[in-house]
DNA sequence: CTCCAGCGCTCGCCTGATACGAGCGCCAGT
DNA sequence: ACTGGCGCTCGTATCAGGCGAGCGCTGGAG
């Protein structure tokens, strides 16, 4: 059809957009994002500032459209941004104002400090809360190494094992026993892991046990034992898990809630975690806010969303990262700076404890 | 219009239903959980094993929906229960078969025991998972009673406190003090705790503690108020929650899913979770399995839902509740022996701890 | 008295037709 | 280079008609 149509224009020659349709492409999209209704001409014209006729924003429009920056969904509708015209907008358009004082004190203060878990379901919750949609979190990587143990008698053949973690993270099963053991066994091997082995890792400790175990009473072999087995546990069962709060938002976003399938997928990839670790654990090897729009990050369920993250830290080395979920048509100029305070506040939260 | 014509059968003299007329409802009610799809006289005179013809259940049909036990959802549509055609359902005609051994084994070695945390939350993980609805557990009230306490050093000016509850709990948290304590002085401090306030709730210690408080060292007094803090913090804290799990079903579900507004309502009560905790307190005054059908809960996102519920118990006390929240047409006979059973687990895992 | 076959009726749903309007592409004129 | 205008494409809304499921009722049979 309109093969030879494309000639008429020098722009499209280079890759690279005029300054024009850089501009219309910004509008699109920010209006796009505001409305959620396809963007016209005419719209455009009324909204770019630019006073051009709609005939002319057609033109660019098309060139647009032929670049993959922007599609119709349908012959006789307004045009709608691409992943590619997001990444092209979030890349170079987009103009982010930094959250004000007040909203980064409102922000710190919901975050509840007192400690590890509930600081991580906190800033879950927070990112929800700020950007109304789902909130995710990868819990700190364990350092791994070994603290202190306690050993409390419950009753006879059931002790409390209470395991603490170099980070600080403190681990508790319930052990039971063959034989009963008196208060003053169980403080002696306590005081024996305790005084030998803190500062080691679990498996240092295993290696090296294995040959003292034997000059050890075997009961008290046995407690060691259980520990080691709770500390293995501790590593792996703790060890990186994602946090995810206020999924129940995207329910309420109308681009997501009218497919019904695709929601599903969506609540099955949260709820499978293990491809969405990945994702995040992925975006925790860069630096500062990273965003994957639509498909780009290998998700399909992700098809029409979009993750903004941002990793955070522990005393200067990354050991997670923050984000958010939602619709591709989201408010990154708010959401990004609220996924960067967020993962800010959270390392110093962390790194002060 | 036909004002007169309910006077030619003797049946509805009585408010009680006579046996074809049960047998009738408990058909009609079995076929629409298995098909979802309004029943009519024709399905009904095929499923019924009564040889009737249509024309005659009809007319029983008409007794029923006048005595508002089933309704159509529209002139020529088949008939539905109502609410109260499903609270008779399960409270005379309801024929539950016991799961068989396979599936009791298999549930409880779903329960992950070695922790309470753990045990609720499997428990109503595998709610969710066996019957594909949403799997709700309170966590047991605490006996809120002092067992143990432990002071642990990380640097100079914080504390890694732990707090093991009389249940066998354990709560920990960071504190930041003024001074800097040396190892001897914390366990000191914990010793006193440990032998003179072990089995007293946290409320007694505060009150004994008022007069002592001054014989002691400033500095150690400081620490002990830090511990009592947490401790009413664990107790409130930790104090009565609902755990639910697997509330993504219910997106599948399509007799909800059809209203989202509905659907999000439904969401919306799950984070309040205070209502719903209301509601399953409420069921756990009673013993034995109950059932809130539709609107009997009080809750009106619940409209078209149904919440079976078990109490659990330690050491013979009622404890908490186990439940699962469904649509209104669900398969009582199979929900309501999973939901009794895993109270019973539940009960003798958390007894035996 | 009980039951049943049959008739007419009511609606919900599906289908196809029509009208409308938004938005685009293209072109000719400035 | 820009713009006004024309024709075209489609999606949506509205409406009418046909279909079919299911019901209520009644008259007749056992």
Redesign the pocket.
């Known amino acids: 059809?309109?093969f030879m149509?494309?000639e008429?224009?020098?722009t499209h020659a280079s890759s690279t957009l005029n300054d024009?349709a850089q501009l219309l492409l910004k509008t699109l999209v920010e209006r796009y994002i505001a409305d959620g209704?396809?963007?016209?001409?005419?719209?455009?014209?009324k909204f770019s500032g630019l006073?051009?006729?709609?005939?002319?924003?057609?033109?660019v429009?098309?060139d647009l459209?032929?670049m993959g920056f922007i599609a119709?969904?349908?012959?006789?509708?307004?045009?709608i941004p691409t992943a590619r015209g997001y990444r092209f907008f979030v890349d170079t358009l987009l103009t982010v104002k930094p959250l004000d004082r007040l909203e980064i004190n409102q922000l710190e203060g919901q975050l509840q400090v007192d400690n590890t878990q509930k600081l991580v379901a906190s800033a879950s919750h927070v990112l929800s809360d700020l950007t109304h949609f789902a909130g995710v979190v990868v819990t700190p990587r364990r350092s791994s190494g070994f603290r202190h143990v306690e050993f409390l008698r419950l009753a006879d053949k059931r002790i409390l094992l209470i395991l603490v973690t170099a980070d600080g993270d403190v681990q508790n099963r319930i052990i039971h026993t063959e034989k009963a053991y008196s208060p003053s066994e169980l403080t002696e091997a306590a005081n024996f892991l305790n005084q030998n082995f803190a500062g080691c890792t679990f498996e240092d400790i295993r290696r090296r046990i294995q040959n003292e175990l034997r000059q050890l009473r075997e009961d008290v072999a046995q407690l060691m034992a259980a520990a080691l087995n709770a500390g293995d546990q501790a590593v792996s069962d703790g060890a990186e898990d994602v946090v995810i709060s206020g999924e129940i938002n995207l329910l309420g976003i109308d681009d997501l809630s009218s497919n019904m399938g695709k929601l599903r997928d969506l609540f099955n990839l949260f709820e499978r975690r293990t491809s969405l670790l990945q994702l995040l654990d992925q975006s925790s090897r860069a630096q500062g806010v990273q965003i994957f729009i639509g498909g780009e990050a290998g998700l399909q369920p992700l098809d029409e969303c979009s993750v903004v993250t941002a990793p955070y830290e522990v005393d200067g080395k990354v050991v997670g990262t923050v984000g958010v979920i939602g619709p591709t048509r989201m408010a990154y100029e708010r959401v990004i700076p609220i996924v960067d305070i967020t993962a800010k506040l959270l390392s110093s939260a962390l790194t002060q404890r």
Chains 1, 2 share one sequence.
């Open positions: 059809m309109n149509s494309h008429h224009h020098n024009r209704q396809p963007v016209g001409s005419r719209a455009l014209s006073d051009l006729s709609p005939a002319s924003i057609r033109n429009m098309a459209e032929e119709s969904p349908h012959t006789s509708a307004g045009r």
